[in-house]
């Protein structure tokens, strides 16, 4: 495996794997890499002749006050994870090599980014959007695997693909979970021990809010309460949000539909956890 931390000498790389008509798959990551992130790589692996890897901490995606300087970075640990999945390149750029003379320009993606995240980060998703269309324009791959953990993130991030012609295949998988349930996110390291076990209620309230849909309830209202009073009944947790959007463009919805996103953002203790679920009215 190489480890890359030059944009041009990766650029050089995915010119000559191109060249030699290889099918370049790419995982963008902010490394502290646990299994979400492995099984990305290794559909990844599967589909392409290569596969790059990228870690990065982007600075522009996090708002003052939010957890830049002290969210978890450890590539001793990470590197010989990915190695272990067969990635091909590890690039692993610094905050200099991607913003030398800072940003003046911005890719936005507007309407999906106004709710959710987008409503409680902001700027978040202009961070999100452009560093992503910087790697895509350095990694150049022809598939990008990203998790649908972030469902928003990932939606946002299609469309951005399609409006802008990019010709990159974006696919989204499955959030992987500890056997209890807890969705895996380098984020739950801040946890204490009381805070590992208030923050099952989110996954627990996912599930039961799937149970009304399955019983036959269509009030999103009845269900965010539902959710905010399993999720508000731990003490470590403060809600940002829970919401009942379509899981398609983000829109807010007065009535459950056939793919409809139910989404939330917890502060458990210091740590801000996101987990989401779409609710099918067929088959759920
Ligand atoms: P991050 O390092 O948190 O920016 O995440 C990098 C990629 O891994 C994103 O596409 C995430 O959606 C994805 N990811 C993070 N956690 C999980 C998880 N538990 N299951 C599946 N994918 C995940």
Redesign the pocket.
């Known amino acids: 495996m190489k480890i890359i931390t030059t944009i041009s000498e990766m650029q050089d790389h995915s010119d000559r794997l191109r060249d030699q008509g290889d099918r370049i798959g790419f ?6 890499l ?4 492995l ?2 790589m290794r559909k990844a692996r599967e589909e392409n002749h290569a596969l790059v890897v990228s870690i990065f901490v982007n600075p522009t995606q996090f708002g003052p006050g939010e957890d830049y300087a002290s969210y978890p970075r450890d590539l001793e640990m990470d590197a010989p994870l990915c190695q272990e999945v067969g990635c091909d390149v590890l690039f692993t750029p610094g905050a200099d090599e991607m913003y030398p003379q800072g940003n003046v320009t911005t890719v936005s993606v507007s309407g999906l980014t106004e709710t959710l995240c987008g409503a409680s980060r902001p700027g978040h998703f202009d961070g999100v959007t452009t560093v992503v269309s910087k790697l895509f324009n350095i990694v150049r791959p022809h598939r990008a ?6 469902y928003q ?2 939606r946002v991030i299609l469309r951005m693909v399609q409006d802008l012609n990019m010709n990159i295949n974006i696919i989204g ?5 500890e056997e209890d349930g807890l ?4 984020r739950n390291a801040y946890l204490y021990d009381d805070e590992r076990s208030g923050a099952l209620s989110l996954s627990r309230s996912l599930e039961a809010a799937r149970e009304m849909v399955r019983a036959g309830i269509r009030d999103p209202r009845a269900i965010e309460e539902k959710v905010t009073g399993i999720i508000e009944s731990e003490p470590t947790n403060r809600i940002d949000y829970v919401s009942i959007v379509n899981a398609d463009d983000m829109a807010p919805l007065s009535t459950i539909e056939d793919r409809t996103l139910l989404a939330l953002a917890v502060f458990v203790g210091d740590a801000r956890l996101i987990d989401n679920t779409v609710l099918e009215i067929n088959g759920n």
């Open positions: 995982v963008p990551t902010m490394g502290f646990h299994e979400g992130h099984s990305l695997y990203l998790g649908l953990k972030d993130q990932y998988l499955p959030t992987i979970r969705a895996m996110s380098s």
